[in-house]
C-alpha cells in the first residue's frame, strides 16, 4: 500500500485504524471514526482526525493522495464514500484502495476458514462484497482512471487510481 501510495504530498489515510500505513507515509493524516483506534495510531506521530468516510472534514482539492484500506468491504454499498474521496482530492490526485476480491477463489476459501475456525470473526463484518471489475465500475463512474493493481495472497486487491 505505501509503495503505491509514495509521493511527497499530503496523504489521508481514510479508516486509518491502528495502522502501521500511518508510519510508512512521507506527509500522512490518519482519519477514523473509531476513537478508541485513534489512541493507539497515536504511536505513528502523525496528525489524526475522527471523522467518517461519508463526511470527511477537509476542504475540497486539498489532499494530494487518498489511502483507504480494508474499509470499504465493512461499510454500506453506495456512492457517497467514492464521492467524498474524489471531493478532498485534487485533479490528478492518486487513490490507492484495497479490499478483498470476491471474484477470486482464494478469498472465499479464506472466508470459509475464518468462518469454520473462528466464528464471529472479521469476515461476519464484510457487508459490501467487490470484484475487481464492480469496483473500478464504481471508482470510473467517480472520475478514478486505473494505474495498476497489486495482489495480496491471489485473494486481496490493491488498486491505486488517478483522479481525472
Known sequence: VTDLAAGDGLTLDIGCGSSRILSGLRRPIGVEVQFNKLLYA???EAPLVN?????????????NAVVCS?????IPAGAQP???ISRVLKTGGKLVIGTPDYS????RMIEWFY????????ADEHITQYSRASLLRVLHEHGFVEDEARYICGSEMI???TKR
Open 51 to 63: 471523522a467518517s468516510i461519508f463526511a470527511l472534514p477537509f476542504r475540497d482539492n486539498s489532499v
Open 115 to 122: 468462518r469454520v475456525f473462528a466464528p464471529g470473526g472479521y
Open 104 to 107: 477470486r477463489l482464494t478469498w
Open 70 to 74: 480494508e474499509v470499504i468491504e465493512h
Open 159 to 161: 488498486i491505486r487510481l
Open 42 to 44: 497515536r504511536k505513528h
Open 82 to 84: 467514492f464521492r467524498e
